[in-house]
């Protein structure tokens, strides 16, 4: 067995992970970054996502360093792309001007930025990265996390890793259970959360659907039908079951509206729809708009599907063995292809007619991976395993039903940043539709990063303490960003002044100087007070 040692170990290259790698680095710490995929950036890139984001992003709302990211994904585009005059100059360049964010982009392309931003680490000795290595144990005493062990993906060796400071950001919260730390699935109850939206009992297994992602182009005239996938026949009926009760089969053009709850049709119309928000799927989540690039550049755009369409709701994946997770995340393939398969040949069209031949799948944008199915390497997940905290974010703090005449949401003394989206659940295993809340412009506790008992274990990620209910706004690309960038500080912070984590948060002046260095890094812990709620709501929505 290998054995390896650092001041710091970030397990999961999620954003999170990405971001809490930059910020210990930075702060002069030696880490380890682990990530199962042999991509890091998690929702950015094997997951294929685009970032999601509130209507204040181009000036606040996010830490300074997630702004050099954006910024980044932009000048490598101007560098290397040949865009068009216009596209070139655009100082709020969207390359595929898809309408659920102002920076719709390519998976690689974060992938190379990412890679970028860490090089530099790689290179003095700072870093050490290991991708397709699974945490699979851990050692403990006292409290205190000694080491984890990971499976080498690629070799089946395990190679063990000591650290001081254990940051977890796996896109599952692999290292709750392996650590025995206390953690929390799915529906928390009434009784313990006495949130409005919560069932009587508390339902562990009934979590947001996950989906498995995936890239189109359309070239009129070529046929790149793909072959009928194995479970296509049942995926094509399916028709999930729950309350309120699903319009019809789930592969169709027609969904329910999450804050309306009635049956809402999409529209689809390869390069054809408006750059408008609502306009239509083909712009939704589009990443390459051809107009943004010189003539001849691309014969297509290429959009990503992360639709409604895509959400597996069979079973969770965070309460099962890992034979029967492979298991579940293979019946998500099918579920994604058989929806590639109906685009294709079934679906109806806006003149008539039945599928669109020219389709194609690009698992060339998307890595494809070991599955060399052409869709995303990682499964998209919404919810994670959630650490028993320090503080719990409730809907009570958040939802703006909860909270009437307020601008704000809940304030923390111990404000480690701020947020802001929707509450916005999507259909779950158990059986529920969605639930859609409006909220207000939050800030990130620093107690909801801390377990209650493990002393070197820090949150870095969608994993922090919240509810299945509010995880709905906490799990966004920038919130998500500012976690991980604030574990990696407070790790950093504590071997610096030797003083672990719930100590810092739990004394006043040690706080205060924590939060002024997180000023110092351009995290912002206060939303502006002249705030104009009108202008953060985002246009997604079913995400």
Same mark, same amino acid.
């Given at each position: 067995?290998? &054995?390896?040692?650092?001041?710091?170990?970030?397990?999961?290259?999620?954003?999170?992970?990405?971001?809490?790698?930059?910020?210990?680095?930075?702060?002069?710490?030696?880490?380890?970054?682990?990530?199962?995929?042999?991509?890091?950036?998690?929702?950015?890139?094997?997951?294929?996502?685009?970032?999601?984001?509130?209507?204040?992003?181009?000036?606040?709302?996010?830490?300074?360093?997630?702004?050099?990211?954006?910024?980044?994904?932009? &000048?490598? =585009?101007?560098?290397?792309?040949? *865009?068009?005059?216009?596209?070139?100059?655009?100082?709020?360049?969207?390359?595929?001007?898809? %309408?659920?964010?102002?920076?719709?982009?390519?998976?690689?392309?974060? *992938?190379?930025?990412?890679?970028?931003?860490?090089?530099?680490?790689?290179?003095?000795?700072?870093?050490?990265?290991?991708?397709?290595?699974?945490?699979?144990?851990?050692?403990?005493?006292?409290?205190?996390?000694?080491?984890?062990?990971?499976?080498?993906?690629?070799?089946?060796?395990?190679?063990? /890793?000591?650290?001081?400071?254990?940051?977890?950001?796996?896109?599952?919260?692999?290292?709750?259970?392996?650590?025995?730390?206390?953690?929390?699935?799915?529906? &928390?109850?009434?009784?313990?959360?006495?949130?409005?939206?919560?069932?009587?009992?508390?339902?562990?297994?009934?979590?947001?659907?996950?989906?498995?992602?995936?890239?189109? $182009?359309?070239?009129?005239?070529?046929?790149?039908?793909?072959?009928?996938?194995?479970? =296509?026949?049942?995926?094509?009926?399916?028709?999930?079951?729950?309350?309120?009760?699903?319009?019809?089969?789930? /592969?169709? %053009?027609?969904?329910?509206?999450?804050?309306?709850?009635?049956?809402?049709?999409?529209?689809?119309?390869?390069?054809?729809?408006?750059?408008?928000?609502?306009?239509?799927?083909?712009?939704?989540?589009?990443?390459?708009?051809?107009?943004?690039?010189?003539?001849?550049?691309?014969?297509?755009?290429?959009? *990503?599907?992360?639709?409604?369409?895509?959400?597996?709701?069979?079973?969770?994946?965070?309460?099962?063995?890992?034979?029967?997770?492979?298991?579940?995340?293979?019946?998500?393939?099918?579920?994604?292809?058989?929806?590639?398969?109906?685009?294709?040949?079934?679906?109806?069209?806006?003149?008539?007619?039945?599928?669109?031949?020219?389709?194609?799948?690009?698992?060339?944008?998307?890595?494809?991976?070991?599955?060399?199915?052409?869709?995303?390497?990682?499964?998209?997940?919404?919810?994670?395993?959630?650490?028993?905290?320090?503080?719990?974010?409730?809907?009570?703090?958040?939802?703006?039903?909860?909270?009437?005449?307020?601008?704000?949401?809940?304030?923390?003394?111990?404000?480690?940043?701020?947020?802001?989206?929707?509450?916005?659940?999507?259909?779950?295993?158990?059986?529920?539709?969605?639930? $859609?809340?409006?909220?207000?412009?939050?800030?990130?506790?620093?107690?909801?990063?801390?377990?209650?008992?493990?002393?070197?274990? /820090?949150?870095?990620?969608?994993?922090?303490?919240?509810?299945? /209910?509010?995880?709905?706004?906490?799990?966004?690309?920038?919130?998500?960003?500012?976690?991980?960038?604030?574990?990696?500080?407070?790790?950093?912070?504590?071997?610096?002044?030797?003083?672990?984590?719930?100590?810092?948060?739990?004394?006043?002046?040690?706080?205060?100087?924590?939060?002024?260095?997180?000023?110092?890094?351009?995290?912002?812990?206060?939303?502006?007070?002249?705030?104009?709620? &009108?202008?953060?709501?985002?246009?997604?929505?079913?995400?």
């Amino acid at each position: 067995m290998k &054995e390896l040692e650092c001041e710091i170990l970030i397990a999961g290259g999620s954003v999170g992970g990405c971001a809490a790698a930059l910020s210990a680095l930075q702060s002069g710490a030696k880490v380890i970054l682990t990530e199962e995929s042999d991509w890091i950036g998690g929702q950015f890139t094997s997951q294929a996502v685009p970032p999601d984001e509130h209507g204040w992003i181009e000036k606040f709302g996010a830490t300074a360093s997630y702004r050099r990211f954006r910024n980044k994904v932009r &000048e490598y =585009y101007r560098r290397n792309y040949p *865009l068009t005059q216009t596209a070139l100059i655009d100082s709020r360049l969207n390359p595929g001007n898809g %309408w659920v964010s102002p920076l719709c982009h390519e998976p690689r392309v974060a *992938l190379a930025v990412f890679e970028e931003m860490l090089l530099p680490y790689i290179s003095c000795g700072s870093l050490k990265l290991r991708l397709r290595h699974k945490p699979i144990s851990a050692d403990v005493s006292n409290d205190r996390i000694r080491s984890v062990t990971f499976r080498d993906i690629e070799t089946g060796e395990n190679r063990t /890793i000591s650290a001081r400071y254990f940051i977890e950001a796996t896109e599952l919260g692999d290292l709750l259970p392996i650590s025995g730390a206390e953690y929390v699935t799915g529906f &928390e109850s009434q009784k313990e959360t006495g949130e409005p939206n919560a069932p009587q009992t508390a339902q562990p297994d009934n979590v947001q659907g996950f989906s498995i992602c995936f890239a189109l $182009d359309h070239i009129e005239g070529e046929d790149h039908v793909i072959d009928k996938p194995a479970r =296509y026949d049942f995926w094509r009926q399916y028709v999930p079951d729950l309350n309120p009760s699903w319009p019809g089969p789930l /592969i169709s %053009w027609t969904i329910t509206n999450p804050r309306q709850m009635t049956p809402l049709t999409y529209y689809f119309n390869p390069h054809i729809e408006p750059s408008k928000a609502f306009a239509g799927l083909w712009t939704y989540r589009r990443i390459i708009d051809r107009s943004n690039f010189v003539p001849g550049t691309y014969k297509s755009d290429i959009c *990503l599907v992360n639709w409604p369409q895509t959400d597996y709701l069979a079973a969770d994946i965070s309460n099962c063995n890992d034979q029967e997770r492979e298991n579940h995340i293979a019946e998500a393939r099918q579920q994604s292809l058989s929806l590639v398969y109906w685009l294709q040949t079934q679906a109806p069209r806006p003149d008539g007619g039945e599928g669109w031949r020219g389709l194609r799948l690009r698992g060339d944008v998307t890595g494809s991976g070991c599955n060399d199915l052409g869709l995303a390497k990682m499964p998209y997940i919404r919810e994670s395993r959630r650490l028993k905290a320090e503080f719990t974010i409730i809907e009570q703090h958040v939802a703006d039903a909860c909270r009437p005449g307020q601008k704000f949401a809940e304030k923390y003394q111990d404000s480690a940043g701020i947020g802001y989206y929707r509450i916005d659940l999507h259909p779950s295993t158990g059986g529920n539709n969605y639930i $859609d809340v409006g909220s207000l412009p939050f800030q990130i506790p620093l107690g909801a990063l801390l377990p209650v008992r493990l002393e070197n274990l /820090i949150a870095g990620c969608k994993n922090i303490g919240t509810t299945h /209910i509010t995880n709905g706004c906490y799990r966004l690309h920038p919130v998500e960003w500012n976690i991980g960038e604030v574990a990696g500080a407070l790790a950093a912070h504590s071997l610096r002044t030797q003083t672990d984590p719930r100590r810092i948060r739990n004394d006043q002046r040690r706080l205060s100087d924590f939060q002024n260095l997180l000023i110092s890094r351009g995290v912002e812990l206060e939303w502006p007070q002249d705030l104009r709620l &009108e202008d953060g709501d985002p246009h997604i929505h079913a995400r």
